[in-house]
């Protein structure tokens, strides 16, 4: 799908802030990976420990999980830790969290636009296109170059 983008005029990157939401193969992913770190009575865990376990859209975007309500912190590249209290609240009860946001690529920071429980993350189809590919969201972004 072809989107017209603010742009840099150095170096042409994309500056539009992207969305970033949370799909069902997300909490999918934050359940498994809080049953195996219960299973190994601790609240760490590097990404390999449970890449064999969630797919692979999963896999590329465990990390996204940081943005979402401190349920998730990361220590260091691909090696994660949980809030075990907060993960248990949000998978057992109602625990409203961030579930989609605006990341600016100039500064990197979140603004979350949407909070909900588990029962308002919407299904992956929510975000594929006519042909099933994944499309991004973005908003315009402005440039200030001084």
Request: a positive charge.
């Amino acid at each position: 799908m072809n989107h017209d983008h603010n742009r840099c005029p150095h170096c042409g990157q994309v500056i539009d802030k992207r969305e970033i939401a949370l799909f069902k193969g997300m909490y999918e992913a934050l359940a498994i990976a809080f049953d195996w770190c219960q299973g190994h009575k601790t609240y760490r865990f590097k990404t390999k420990d449970i890449r064999d376990m969630i797919g692979k859209n999963e896999y590329a975007r465990f990390g996204d999980w940081v943005y979402f309500s401190g349920l998730v912190f990361k220590e260091e590249k691909w090696h994660y830790g949980l809030n075990m209290e907060r993960v248990s609240e949000f998978l057992f009860k109602d625990r409203v969290i961030t579930i989609a946001g605006w990341k600016d690529p100039l500064t990197g920071q979140f603004t979350p636009s949407r909070y909900g429980s588990k029962r308002q993350i919407p299904g992956l189809q929510e975000f594929l296109d006519s042909k099933q590919m994944y499309e991004s969201r973005y908003t315009g972004a402005q440039l200030t170059l001084g």
